[in-house]
C-alpha cells in the first residue's frame, strides 16, 4: 500500500481471527489491530480527524497552539499530527501514567503539564479547563466533546469492520472518551440494528478515583448510553492476565486496556458458545504493549502486576 | 440474600472506613436500603429522585447495573456489588 504521506495512512487496519482463544468454529473472535496506526495506537484517527475538522471550520490557524488533556495515547497522536501540520501542542497529563508516555510525547515535541495523580483523567481534564481559561488563544480540541472524535470512527473504523467481517454479531471496545463505542457503534446499528455493542471499562486502583466529592465525576459529553448494550468493569488482574494470554495464545503483543477487552469479549464468547449461538466477536487493539514494558505487567505473578499498576492510569 | 457491596474511598466516612461490607436485599433497591439502613446518609449519595447519581457508577459482578434492569435489578446470594464514581479516559 502506497500513500503520500504518514497522514495519510492513517486507518485500514487489518482485522485478524483468534483461532486458538475463540471456543469454537460457530464463535468466532476478531481482533482489529488499532496498534497498526503511525504512533501506534487507536487515538490517531481521532487525532488526525478533530485537527482536520478545527482546520476546515476555522478553529485552527497556522502556527497555533494545540492543549489538550490526555492519559497519554490522543496526546502522542495529537503530537505526531501537530507536528506534521505545523502547531505546538501542551498536553495536559496526570502524574501517574507510564514514563514511555511522557517519552513519546517529548519525542513529537509536545510540551507536558503534569496534573495530580489523585483523580486520573478527570483531573486532567480540570487542570486543562483551568489553562484554557487562562488562555484563550489557545485550541483545546477537547477529545471527549469533540464530534469529530466520534465521526472518525462512524466514517472509518465502522465501514472497515463491517466490510471485513458482514457477519459481525458483537463489537467489544474500551470506554475512555466513549468516540469508538459511539462512532462504531452508531455505524453498526445503522447497518445491522441487532448487533451488540459491548463497553469494557478499566477500573483502577482507589488512588484514581479519590475524588473530593461525588458530583467531581465525568461522563465524556460524546457519551449516549442508548448505543450500549452492556458495560463491564475489568479490573487490572484480569485485564493484565488477558493481555498475557492475547500474547502467548495468538502472538498479539498488545497494551493492557486491550487485556480488559479481550476479558469482556471472552465472557461474552463463552456465553454464546454455552448458548449454542454463532457470534463474530470483533474487539478493538488499542495499542500495542511497548509503552507498557516498565509497568511489569508482561513479567512475574499476576499479584506481582496488579500491585505494580495500583494507582497507575494503565489504559 | 447476603451480598458484598465494595465502598469507593469517597463513600467510606460512612461505612467507618470498611472498604467492603456485607448487606442483604434480593434487589439493587432493596441493598442500598439495607445499605442506608446500616450506614445512614449514605442512600442519599447514591440515589436522587430519578434514580441512581448521575457520577455513580453501581456494578454487579462487574457489569454496569444501568444495562441491567437498574434498581431493580435482581441480586442474588453470594452476588458482588461494586460502587465507582464515573471517570475519565482517553
Given amino acids: ?315 | 440474600m447476603a451480598v458484598e457491596v465494595r465502598i469507593p474511598t469517597i463513600l467510606r466516612p460512612y461505612t467507618g472506613g470498611e472498604k467492603l461490607v456485607t448487606v442483604s436485599g434480593d434487589s439493587l433497591q432493596a441493598v442500598v436500603a439495607d445499605l442506608d439502613a446500616n450506614y445512614p446518609g449514605i442512600g442519599e449519595r447514591l440515589l436522587d429522585d430519578s434514580g441512581l447519581r448521575r457520577f455513580v457508577n453501581v456494578y454487579l459482578n462487574d457489569e454496569d447495573v444501568r444495562f441491567l434492569s437498574g434498581l431493580a435489578t435482581t441480586v442474588s446470594d453470594g452476588d458482588s456489588i461494586t460502587i465507582l464514581p464515573a471517570v475519565a479516559g482517553g
Fill in chain 1, 1 to 315: 500500500m502506497r500513500f503520500n504521506s504518514l497522514l495519510d495512512s492513517v486507518g485500514r487496519t487489518p482485522l485478524v481471527g483468534l483461532p486458538t482463544l475463540s471456543p469454537s468454529p460457530d464463535v468466532r473472535l476478531w481482533a482489529k489491530l488499532e496498534d497498526r496506526n503511525p504512533t501506534g495506537s487507536v487515538k490517531d484517527r481521532a487525532a488526525l480527524a478533530m485537527v482536520l475538522a478545527a482546520e476546515k471550520n476555522g478553529t485552527l490557524h497556522p502556527g497555533a497552539t494545540l492543549l489538550e488533556p490526555t492519559s497519554g495515547n490522543t496526546g502522542i497522536s495529537l503530537a505526531m499530527v501537530a507536528r506534521q501540520r505545523g502547531y505546538r501542542l501542551i498536553c495536559v497529563m496526570p502524574e501517574n501514567t507510564s514514563p514511555e508516555r511522557t517519552q513519546m510525547l517529548r519525542m513529537w515535541g509536545a510540551e507536558i503539564i503534569y496534573s495530580p495523580a489523585a483523580g486520573g483523567s478527570n483531573e486532567a481534564v480540570r487542570v486543562a479547563k483551568d489553562v484554557a481559561a487562562e488562555h484563550p488563544e489557545w485550541v483545546m480540541l477537547y477529545q471527549y466533546g469533540n464530534e469529530a472524535n466520534t465521526r472518525a470512527h462512524y466514517e472509518s473504523t465502522g465501514p472497515e469492520i463491517l466490510e471485513d467481517l458482514p457477519s459481525i454479531t458483537h463489537f467489544v471496545a474500551g470506554l475512555g472518551t466513549t468516540g469508538t463505542l459511539m462512532g462504531v457503534g452508531r455505524y453498526l446499528r445503522e447497518h445491522k440494528p441487532d448487533v451488540q455493542i459491548i463497553a469494557a471499562e478499566p477500573r483502577y486502583g482507589e488512588l484514581v478515583y479519590g475524588l473530593r466529592n461525588l458530583d467531581e465525576g465525568f461522563i465524556p459529553e460524546l457519551y449516549d448510553e442508548s448505543i450500549l448494550t452492556s458495560r463491564y468493569s475489568v479490573g487490572p488482574q484480569d485485564a493484565v492476565r488477558r493481555t498475557r494470554e492475547l500474547l502467548a495464545a495468538e502472538g498479539i503483543f498488545a497494551g493492557i486496556s486491550t487485556g480488559a477487552i479481550l476479558h469482556a469479549a471472552l465472557g461474552i464468547a463463552a456465553k454464546a458458545d454455552r448458548a449454542g449461538t454463532p457470534a463474530d466477536i470483533a474487539f478493538i487493539v488499542c495499542d500495542g504493549g511497548w509503552k507498557y514494558l516498565s509497568t511489569g505487567a508482561y513479567e512475574g505473578t499476576l499479584d506481582d502486576a496488579e500491585s505494580a499498576l495500583e494507582g497507575q492510569l494503565w489504559a
